[in-house]
């Protein structure tokens, strides 16, 4: 991971790195969402420090050194095949279809249960 920010917090002005966002416990994962104009998915962040509070995305495809398994070419959002899984923020199931935003979303689950590991060793 590289340490250039690849986010800067609407709010309180603080740059993240991904590995910060994917590692410090301030920067909560909140959901996937797909967007129709932009045709790109954007993962929800809320950034949990002290005096900020603030939600704020990322464009999926700045993960994609991260990923760890292939992403396929194709996409099924918003088709019939589709499991509409990147179209509801709040839905965090995993999406079993063979489309480019399916390793994105498995991606998503693994930082929310890392995160909530992580939560629960400090308290």
Known sequence: M???YVK???HCKRGFTL???VEEP???PIGMAYDDYSSSAFYLFQHDADGCGTCFTVNVRRF???IGEEI???RVV???ACQERC????????CDQNCEFAPFRRFLLRMIVGKRRLAGQMH
Do not use: G
Not at 87 to 94: A, C, H, K, Q
């Open 87 to 94: 179209i509801t923020i709040d839905d965090l199931e995993e």
């Open 2 to 4: 590289t340490d250039q």
């Open 19 to 21: 590995q910060q966002i």
């Open 8 to 10: 800067l917090c609407n």
């Open 26 to 28: 301030e920067v909560t």
């Open 78 to 80: 918003s088709t019939a």
């Open 72 to 74: 396929p070419r194709q």
């Open 64 to 66: 994609d050194d991260l």
